[in-house]
């Protein structure tokens, strides 16, 4: 059987609102990530997973849909989407639409409906109960935006659910309405030419409130069972499902033999560096040995049945460079390469988040008021009544906010930093004046010709994506080490992950002698015994294993 196609394809993110203005109102847009496509052409991407472009009041930047089959004027048109696609596929890229389903806008046709009363057509497309017997919400689940998960109608007498935002109200997948609906919505943009779908907390939608069950509910499964059998089989799709809660144990009923699945975006790389109590709230210092264990253990877990998205960063993470390399100007560069060289060698589908490209870095707020993600102005009174206090929850904002990844691309040293000629949106990161595409693409050895290579490198070696993953040097907590076999070949990766030289023993197992693939310091021909590594070195070498 032939490969499937995403297999060595790489991924890249666009987060519309953040990527192109190409009308002069401060917001990203359609036409804009048109005019934008030879710089992914250029990177080398086989497909975009596209942000929400429906739509939509943007209670949450567009994860929260009042109309699945409409664009959001903000952004454009169908018709701007149409050309979108086929300039796209021009250039040999997919769009992956991002499915928003676990919830849709309280401003959906659906939930105005719903709203009507106990017996409106739509009622049941929603989740309602009674109150509790004391008139509070039915059960104490909370939502991940902060507060109850629960909202009183006053009109009806009853409660709504909402795991994230009260106008992001929960549909009902136990109504198999619903799932038509959802199903035909699918079938719609297939038909259209898109390449697939990202699915976002799709390990929500088998939810059981009443017992208290938000993620991995009892009828998860069955759902992209149905999903499967109703949409997706027997199209040569790409499906990635956000899945924060998918685990080693069952990653498999996702994507594995009979899952509904290509891929699963998984985070357990980035919980392990949460705090216990406070979550991404409270800012932690990186451990290396933990997050290697952790996609290590991934690496083996997937190795024969399933298959690994593997990243950095998205819309809802900090910046890759600031999080696990050094953005300061002595190794921003050179360490935005060795995060890249490290994920793209393993085996997985790798996705780039806009701006990852060109090493670009956190921002930085002062004050709650100055943020902009609704989650972040949610979850502060929550934390508060725990016990953070402001100063250590804006660090936690600092360090892991959604803000960070949304600031607006940076293409240029203009003014508007070539992503807009009106304000932005949101406040452009100050250093666009030095950190931007011209800047780091007129650079033979800047982070976006680095990309470049990476993502060429896993078009002309199967070993790349197929060959089989060992992991090295567990316990070293500096440097990155792995080896993938295929058909007699070894191919070697060693990194260097902090500002400071190190001496590394390489073990036996990753012996090796050949062709330099890629480096981010000079070349090396041969990997044995004791090196020394360079601050942010990375180096990979292909020989016989
Ligand atoms: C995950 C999305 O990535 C995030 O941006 C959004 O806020 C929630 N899901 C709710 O849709």
Request: glycine share 10%.
């Amino acid at each position: 059987m032939r490969d499937p196609w995403w297999k060595s394809a790489v991924g890249y993110q666009v987060y519309p609102r953040s990527f192109c203005d190409s009308n002069g109102d401060g917001l990203g847009d359609i036409p804009g990530i048109t005019a934008r496509l030879d710089h992914l052409a250029d990177l080398g991407i086989g497909v975009i997973w596209l942000s929400p472009v429906y739509r939509s009041p943007m209670a949450d930047n567009g994860y929260d849909i009042s109309d699945y089959q409409g664009i959001a004027p903000e952004f454009g048109t169908l018709a701007d989407f149409d050309r979108l696609l086929a300039e796209a596929k021009a250039r040999g890229i997919g769009i992956v639409m991002d499915l928003v389903v676990n919830h849709s806008s309280d401003e959906h046709d659906w939930f105005q409906s719903a709203r009507q009363g106990r017996d409106a057509p739509y009622r049941d497309f929603y989740i309602w109960r009674d109150p509790a017997p004391d008139g509070g919400p039915p059960n104490d689940l909370q939502s991940f935006f902060g507060g109850p998960a629960w909202d009183y109608d006053a009109a009806s007498g009853q409660y709504y659910f909402h795991l994230f935002h009260a106008k992001q109200p929960d549909l009902n997948w136990n109504n198999p309405a619903l799932r038509q609906a959802v199903w035909q919505m699918m079938r719609w943009w297939l038909d259209r030419g898109v390449a697939g779908f990202r699915m976002d907390v799709i390990d929500l939608i088998g939810k059981d409130p009443d017992r208290g069950i938000a993620a991995d509910g009892p009828k998860l499964f069955a759902h992209l069972a149905e999903m499967d059998a109703q949409v997706l089989a027997g199209r040569d799709v790409l499906t990635v499902g956000e899945a924060w809660s998918a685990s080693l144990d069952n990653a498999g009923r996702y994507c594995g033999r009979d899952g509904a699945l290509s891929m699963v975006f998984q985070f357990s790389h980035v919980t392990a560096g949460w705090d216990p109590v406070f979550g991404k709230w409270k800012a932690r210092t990186r451990d290396l040995v933990g997050l290697k264990r952790v996609f290590n253990a991934w690496q083996i877990a997937l190795a024969d049945e399933g298959w690994n998205a593997l990243f950095w960063s998205n819309h809802d993470l900090p910046r890759a460079v600031s999080k696990y390399g050094d953005d300061g100007p002595a190794w921003r560069v050179r360490s935005a390469k060795a995060l890249a060289t490290v994920l793209h060698l393993m085996k997985g589908t790798p996705w780039i988040y806009q701006g990852e490209e060109i090493g670009m870095t956190n921002t930085h707020v002062g004050r709650i008021e100055d943020v902009d993600d609704v989650e972040v102005h949610g979850q502060w009174p929550d934390m508060s009544a725990r016990g953070l206090c402001e100063q250590d929850f804006l660090a936690g904002v600092n360090a892991n906010g959604r803000d960070n990844a949304r600031t607006p691309m940076q293409w240029s040293a203009a003014p508007g930093a070539g992503f807009t000629s009106a304000t932005p949106w949101l406040a452009l990161n100050p250093n666009h004046a030095t950190i931007n595409a011209d800047a780091d693409r007129a650079d033979p050895d800047g982070v976006f010709a680095h990309y470049q290579r990476l993502v060429a490198l896993r078009k002309t070696h199967p070993i790349i994506v197929h060959g089989h993953f060992v992991p090295l040097a567990e316990d070293d907590p500096n440097v990155w080490a792995y080896v993938r076999e295929l058909d007699g070949q070894r191919l070697t990766m060693v990194a260097n992950l902090t500002s400071d030289p190190v001496r590394f023993t390489l073990p036996e197992a990753g012996i090796v002698a050949g062709a330099c693939l890629i480096h981010t310091r000079a070349p090396r021909t041969r990997l044995k015994g004791e090196i020394d590594l360079a601050p942010w070195e990375a180096v990979a070498v292909l020989g016989q294993a």
